[in-house]
């Protein structure tokens, strides 16, 4: 039997689920089996952070990919994909607050101030909330124009991200600067668009 291209859009959906859930999923597991190495708290904060980083970077190129091989149906995963994004960005920040600091607030409150590369992540993770809570069709539909307006600071949480990342490298910096050429790729694939509504 051929495969319809509803038949290749839920097959690619099903193994979106399925690796982005067993990747995380693993990754506590391996955490709470005390697998992750010397510093497991390091491994779990970088692994969700970077997962955050690249599915976020991966919905970003479903446009230009699906112009370019002309495959419509592409279009159909970047919601998706911008979702788990931010769910690895939520795994980010509450392993954070719960295994670097503890949930002590007061002294998250001086990690804002005293890491600005905190500032800068958890400015990415706002916008990244925002995108993920009005993601839905029917918000789409109530918010009509502005919902586009909205959803065009996916740009900027994508240059927050690769910041957040550069800055809290302390020695190699040659994977955020991989990270920032990526992005400025995408970006300026989308010249048009940012020079039009920015």
């Known amino acids: 039997m051929l495969l319809t291209r509803s038949h290749v859009i ?46 976020l970077l991966l919905s970003l190129f479903i446009s ?12 159909q995963f970047r919601r998706l994909l911008g979702l788990y994004s931010f769910t690895y960005a939520l795994a980010h920040l509450l392993s954070f607050l719960a295994f670097e600091i503890q949930f002590d607030w007061a002294l998250f409150s001086n990690e ?10 958890l400015g990415t993770f ?21 919902w586009q307006k909205l959803h065009n600071w996916v ?9 957040h990342f550069y800055m809290s490298v302390k020695s190699d910096i040659s994977e955020p600067l991989f990270y920032i ?15 039009k509504h920015f």
């Open 10 to 55: 839920v097959i690619n959906k099903l193994f979106i689920h399925i690796v982005c859930l067993y990747l995380i999923i693993n990754l506590y597991w391996q955490a709470f089996s005390d697998n992750l190495g010397a510093d497991p708290v390091e491994f779990v904060i970088h692994f969700t952070g970077i997962g955050a980083l690249n599915l």
């Open 112 to 121: 804002l101030i005293d890491r600005p590369y905190i500032t800068v992540g």
């Open 64 to 75: 230009p990919a699906a112009q370019l091989f002309k495959w419509s149906f592409m279009m």
């Open 155 to 163: 740009y900027l949480a994508a240059i927050l991200a690769v910041v």
């Open 126 to 146: 706002v916008i990244l909330l925002m995108l993920a809570v009005t993601s839905t069709n029917r918000v789409k539909r109530y918010m009509k124009q502005s």
């Open 181 to 195: 050429a990526i992005t400025g790729v995408l970006l300026w694939c989308r010249r048009k668009k940012l020079r």
